[in-house]
């Protein structure tokens, strides 16, 4: 699989916007960028998903970089339940259906 | 209301027993997968189920691990005969479609305690 990097860590204050950068420098044509979170004590549960344009759902905006070779997963006003484990995953036509995660962005929100 | 429903949310077992780990999808969708987490680790990859047999597993699916779609709904995992290394949160995803353009929904997991 296509490998990514990203921060181990990043601090938020509540209702600011975070900025979480991934970092895919080996990102093949057809690779989609997909990121899903994981709070404290449950299961991952999808963000969001990318080919090449910037995307925005009720969760998050995704903004990627014109050579694809990096994204940023925008939350435009932290919670407090945005606290979690965020990761950043590449998806393309020469891997298989499963997903993998790697280590993620902690993300702290403080009151 | 969860996309997928995992049984038992916790599960203490004796070293040596079998444990069977349930997943019911919402709805009826052919993909498939279960991931585990020791705690502090990353999530990891188990294997993968596409109308009803194994797509493709990992070298942690080893022959103490089957999956199982018994009913023709609900799902399982099961662990023939468990070691304290298998100790972790096991999760279930299910998937529409090809994964790499589609979102998958994890269920809420099951932590398996053997000791």
């Known amino acids: 699989d296509a490998k990514t990097t990203q921060p181990n860590s990043m601090e938020s204050n509540e209702e600011e916007p975070v900025h979480l950068p991934c970092n895919h420098s080996?990102?093949?044509?057809?690779?989609?960028i997909h990121w899903y979170r994981q709070l404290p004590s449950q299961g991952p549960e999808y963000v969001i998903h990318g080919l090449t344009s910037n995307v925005n759902n009720r969760m998050a905006s995704l903004a990627i970089a014109e050579d694809r070779k990096s994204s940023t997963l925008i939350l435009h006003r932290a919670t407090l339940r945005d606290a979690a484990v965020y990761y950043c995953?590449?998806?393309?036509?020469?891997?298989?259906?499963?997903?993998?995660f790697g280590t993620g962005t902690r993300l702290q929100v403080f009151p | 209301e969860p996309e997928v429903t995992q049984t038992p949310s916790h599960q203490v077992t004796q070293m040596g027993q079998e444990v069977i780990l349930r997943c019911v999808p919402i709805s009826n969708h052919l993909y498939f997968y279960w991931y585990r987490q020791i705690l502090g680790q990353k999530v990891e990859f188990l294997v993968s189920f596409y109308n009803n047999e194994i797509s493709e597993k990992s070298e942690i699916f080893d022959d103490q691990f089957s999956v199982e779609r018994p009913d023709g709904s609900n799902f399982t995992l099961k662990i023939r005969s468990t070691k304290l290394e298998d100790s972790a949160m096991y999760f279930c995803a299910r998937v529409t479609g090809m994964v790499k353009n589609t979102e998958a929904f994890f269920g809420q997991g099951t932590r398996l305690t053997v000791v």
């Open positions: 080996t990102i093949s044509g057809t690779d989609y």
């Open positions: 995953i590449l998806r393309g036509l020469d891997n298989t259906d499963k997903l993998i």
